[in-house]
């Protein structure tokens, strides 16, 4: 730290602490095979560039409108169609060390931003590298990373979910050396006795303090983390499912697949087929 230079807060550690990581942005045209239950833990940012594709949430049919930026929160449950070919850009997203609790608490609806002003300039610039195809990857990732950036910021600003965070935040530092562990030593067994150390706490402490600040248990965020590892995994590389399952200190496929479909909606192997099922063009 610079001398002089003011601490941080509580809630701008926690921010600082967030890391981006953008997985994957395409174009591709939505026809009748677009048509899936998802459930992701990582965030979709969609811009539509026809009428034609729709999300149901519940009861809800939500028709994705041209002009609007949609953003799709983790670990949320929603369902695709389509009624008639619509092109669709889109970036595949996370936040890594966002707890998965604090989505599920958070945020429970789908994020409409029109595109206007200053969101819609970065958002053009980065439909022009997508469809351009001598643009360099890093190019398209970088117009990408400032829009999820952008929409971000002004959906954090201006919707309830976003105060709510910022509430919450302020109480978090103090699992930080927990959260990190863990995101360091996902395949190997990972021990509420050492993360309550880490934290300065008392197993029985840490466990109920961790458990109302996050809204799940240690044990269970570290299985979200271990499931989000393995579909940012079968979504960017051709590893095998045996070698993901080891490599994220499952015991066998059996036992992978089952923990995945319980939180996914589906099977390691069904969650990869839906992700090449689309017919893409213009991909980085």
């Known amino acids: 730290m610079d001398i002089g230079s003011p601490l941080s807060t509580e809630d701008e550690a926690f921010f600082r ?13 939505l026809a009748d095979d677009w048509s899936f239950d998802l459930c992701s833990p990582y965030w979709r940012l969609y ?27 983790a670990w949320l449950r929603f369902s695709t169609g389509v009624a008639s070919p619509a092109v669709q850009n889109y970036i595949h997203f996370e936040f890594q060390n966002f707890p998965s609790g604090l989505h599920r608490t958070h945020f429970s609806r789908m994020l409409a931003l029109p ?9 053009t610039r980065w439909e022009k590298a997508l469809m351009h195809e001598k643009a360099p990857p890093w190019l398209v990732l970088a117009h990408a990373h400032a ?6 910021a002004l959906a954090l600003e201006t919707s309830p979910e976003g105060r709510n965070c910022f509430a919450w935040a302020a109480g978090s530092g103090r699992f930080k050396p927990a959260l990190d562990f863990i995101t360091d030593h996902l395949a190997e067994p990972i021990r509420n006795k050492e993360l309550a150390r880490l934290c300065g706490m008392s197993t029985s402490h840490f466990i109920r303090t961790f458990r109302g600040a996050l809204g799940m248990t240690p044990t269970q965020y570290v299985m ?8 940012e995994m079968l979504t960017c590389t051709e590893r095998s499912i045996e070698d993901i ?40």
């Open 17 to 29: 602490n967030l890391t981006l990581k953008v997985l994957l942005t395409r174009r591709a045209l």
């Open 47 to 73: 811009v539509n560039k026809e009428r034609g594709g729709f999300i149901t949430m519940g009861d809800a049919r939500i028709p994705l409108q041209p002009g609007m930026l949609y953003l799709i929160p």
């Open 115 to 123: 595109l206007t002003g200053e969101l819609r300039h970065i958002c």
């Open 147 to 152: 829009l999820v950036y952008s929409s971000m």
């Open 224 to 231: 979200d983390r271990r499931i989000a590892s393995s579909a």
């Open 245 to 284: 399952a080891e490599a994220l200190g499952f015991s066998d496929r059996f036992h992978f697949s089952k923990a995945f479909a319980q939180r996914l909606n589906a099977t390691p192997a069904a969650y990869r087929r839906s992700l090449r099922s689309a017919s893409v063009f213009g991909a980085t």
